[in-house]
């Protein structure tokens, strides 16, 4: 079973939702759930919600009559508005989990001291350590 939002209309401050119910073997039912705006607000919801709203309550209680029109009540926006604050704290949690520093100290990176037999590190550019390695002590040749 699905819902599909057919569309709205508004007098004052109720919106009334339409739907059709489209049944398993394609059989559709017209459905009409109405929302107060003013509780809407009050609770904090989204005007943007409202459609899914309906949708959830006409899931739950579309199985018990065929073609009916609904009030969404204060009890089910306060539930949505609580649902919609544990979401938004579970997200802040996750937030602040994920911006912690981790937990483990690293060890300082030692800092690297010249090995002098090889002559010191020049400084600056063109520099360079003098290596007792030069191009005429490579065999050139391939085995």
Not at 116 to 130: E, H, T
Request: hydrophobic share 35%.
């Amino acid at each position: 079973m699905k819902f599909v939002l057919t569309g709205f209309c508004q007098n004052e401050n109720i919106r009334c939702y339409s739907f059709q119910r489209i049944a398993t073997g394609g059989r559709r039912t017209e459905w009409n759930v109405g929302v107060d705006l003013t509780l809407l607000q009050r609770h904090g919801i989204p005007l943007q919600e409202a459609p899914l709203l309906c949708s959830v309550l006409l899931a739950a209680r579309s199985a018990q009559d065929e073609g009916q029109s609904l009030m969404i009540s204060e009890s089910d926006m306060r539930a949505r508005a609580e649902q919609r604050a544990s979401e938004r704290m579970e997200s802040q949690n996750k937030r602040k989990a994920a911006s912690l520093p981790p937990t483990q100290t690293q060890a300082p990176i030692p800092h690297a001291t010249p090995d002098l037999k090889f002559g010191r590190l020049g400084v600056g550019l063109g520099s360079r350590p003098a290596y007792p390695w030069s191009p005429g002590n490579q065999d050139t040749t391939k085995s």
